[in-house]
């Protein structure tokens, strides 16, 4: 028995595909089933919340004008930003992340994601792409202070054609170290800035 | 309770003509604007500081003597004085210097400002915003409080022996509020010191307004200053009305679309939902404002944007009829029947001399003059010997 047994955590999925289906959504589905399972291997139970970033398409070209998310990217945001894991899965585009998949990451707060673990993947249609999973999205995470897993999940065109390019393999893989990482911390606790002042205010006046 | 307007002083073209009003004209369109206020019978102008195009209002303070010149009884504030990037050794002075002038009419709104090239202009670097905001303002209490200052701090030369002049009108320095979208150390700021926070309360859901004031609240009450809903509060807002809502949205909505803040983003019908703003007829202002009241409690002071976006000033000047003559007097009427005894009104200079006893002379004469005058002159002995 783990030390987890019985405890709950919360799996977000940030999906970036546009079409419906889409393989972008159909890779982060088969990273969640293989995260919530390698969760429960360890005695943790997973609720998954999923967010399509296509449904929030104009919410985020309004919140890069505005400066605030509005109802429904507020709740969107809330929910990645307050999960214990997040599974970041986007297509690439011109040799890198989509627009779509960026706005949402450049209008969390630079501290939202920190220490958080993550778990990154791609699809294209060519395997030509794959290394933009390690010169675009781990960046992007290294900068936001996220902790993702070695493992990056890419999946071009041939990995859905039965091919025998190891995605599955990979999958477990990556929801393995994903699962490690969130079984090794304690439950995300929600941050309100608002809660109680982080220092007093004596302390900001000696500019400590 | 205080209703008025405030302006940032956009320089701003007029989309539906296409014209952009000159400096001078917008200059004395903003001045046309102060007066008329007066007349209608709002209580508050307050007028916002920039330092690039396509503002005009570099210099508030002497803008604000201009107004006191021209007006009887209007408050005059900021929205907002620049804690971060102007020296808290000028602001002592000219604030100081306009209370005088406008015999006491006079408060300030201080804010960090938000434009990051702005502070390397004046020496300074918008990552230290809350350090500089926070260690300015200490200062400029005690440039006020204390005739005589010694001080040494982190970002401006100290000071020996300074004497910061005029001294405060009677006695008592200007009442200050203290301005933030999204800051709680500057709502903790406010609350230590027992000053007013002012929210924006245009750009940003009211839930997130709420959250800035409940927090203020909490902490003014924590720092002994009086209970939670004594709490010294006031709001922005926008608004564009007509006597029919149609009309007010048809309007308005080329100065939204292309507003220079929000324009080219989301719709006009969500932005009204999103935030404050209120297009529509007098009835709909008048409920929609008084809605702010269940969020953020009784509070002190409302100032409206009413001048922005290129809105030309013969319709500022129909908004400010409309708000006089068929909005503030219902809300005046339907906030003083809402707020318990206790809770107390935005204070003034009048309130503020009361409270500490009587006007007093504070002038600060012969004693240090003599004494600057004479380390001047040792020091011109000193030149002249060599």
Aim: negative net charge.
């Amino acid at each position: 028995m783990s030390p987890q047994d019985g405890s709950t955590r919360t799996i977000a999925v940030v999906s970036a595909g546009l079409s419906t289906p889409s393989s972008t959504r159909l890779l982060a589905d088969r990273l969640t089933s293989a995260t919530v399972a390698a969760l429960r291997n360890r005695g943790i139970s997973a609720t998954v919340e999923v967010v399509e970033l296509r449904e929030h398409a104009r919410d985020l070209a309004d919140n890069l004008l505005t400066g605030f998310a509005n109802g429904p990217l507020r709740s969107a945001v809330d929910t990645v930003t307050g999960a214990d894991a997040v599974l970041a899965v986007t297509p690439i585009f011109s040799a890198s992340y989509s627009g779509l998949f960026k706005t949402f990451f450049d209008v969390l707060d630079k501290d939202a994601l920190v220490g958080t673990p993550v778990l990154m993947g791609a699809t294209a249609g060519t395997a030509r792409h794959s290394l933009a999973l390690e010169h675009a999205l781990r960046p992007l995470f290294a900068y936001l202070r996220a902790t993702v897993v070695p493992t990056a999940v890419f999946a071009a065109s041939e990995d859905w054609a039965g091919g025998d390019g190891g995605l599955a393999d990979r999958v477990d893989r990556a929801a393995g170290e994903l699962a490690d990482l969130v079984a090794g911390r304690p439950p995300a606790a929600p941050v309100d800035p608002f809660a109680a002042p982080t220092s007093s205010f004596e302390d900001l006046l000696r500019g400590t | 309770m205080q209703f008025g307007i405030f302006t940032v002083s956009d320089i701003t073209q007029d989309p539906t003509t296409g014209r952009t009003p000159t400096e001078a004209e917008r200059i004395r369109a903003v001045l046309a604007i102060a007066t008329k206020a007066e007349e209608v019978g709002l209580d508050v102008f307050a007028l916002g500081e920039h330092h690039n195009p396509p503002f005009f209002s570099s210099s508030p303070t002497t803008t604000l003597a201009y107004i006191a010149a021209q007006t009887s009884s209007l408050q005059l504030s900021t929205a907002t004085t620049l804690i971060t990037t102007n020296d808290p050794v000028k602001i002592a002075e000219d604030y100081a210097m306009l209370q005088h002038l406008a015999g006491g009419r006079v408060d300030l709104t201080l804010g960090r400002g938000n434009t990051g090239p702005v502070y390397p202009w004046f020496g300074q670097d918008i990552r230290n915003g809350i350090e500089l905001a926070v260690e300015n303002y200490a200062l400029l209490r005690r440039l006020w409080a204390e005739d005589v200052v010694d001080w040494q701090g982190k970002f401006r030369t100290p000071l020996q022996g300074f004497t910061s002049t005029p001294r405060p009108l009677d006695g008592v320095a200007p009442f200050v509020w203290h301005g933030s979208i999204r800051s709680p150390q500057i709502a903790e700021q406010a609350a230590y010191y027992g000053d007013g926070f002012f929210h924006n309360h245009i750009f940003w859901p009211p839930e997130h307004t709420q959250k800035m004031v409940e927090f203020y609240r909490k902490r003014y009450e924590h720092y002994g200053h009086g209970s939670a809903d004594q709490a010294i509060v006031g709001l922005g807002g926008q608004f564009f009305m007509r006597k029919n809502s149609q009309d007010a949205v048809r309007e308005f909505r080329p100065y939204f679309d292309n507003a220079p803040v929000y324009g080219h983003g989301p719709s006009l019908e969500d932005f009204s939902s999103q935030t404050p703003l209120t297009v529509g007829s007098p009835q709909q202002v008048i409920e929609r404002t008084l809605g702010f009241r269940d969020y953020v409690g009784d509070y002190q002071r409302q100032l409206f944007l009413i001048d922005h976006a290129g809105l030309p000033l013969k319709t500022v000047l129909e908004q400010l009829d409309l708000l006089g003559e068929e909005v503030v007097p219902v809300l005046r009427r339907e906030f003083a029947a809402l707020k318990p005894a206790h809770v107390p009104d935005a204070p003034t200079h009048a309130s503020r001399v009361a409270a500490a006893g009587g006007p007093k002379d504070v002038t600060v004469s012969a004693a240090a003059d003599d004494v600057t005058g004479q380390v001047a002159e040792q020091v011109r002995e000193e030149v002249e010997a060599r």
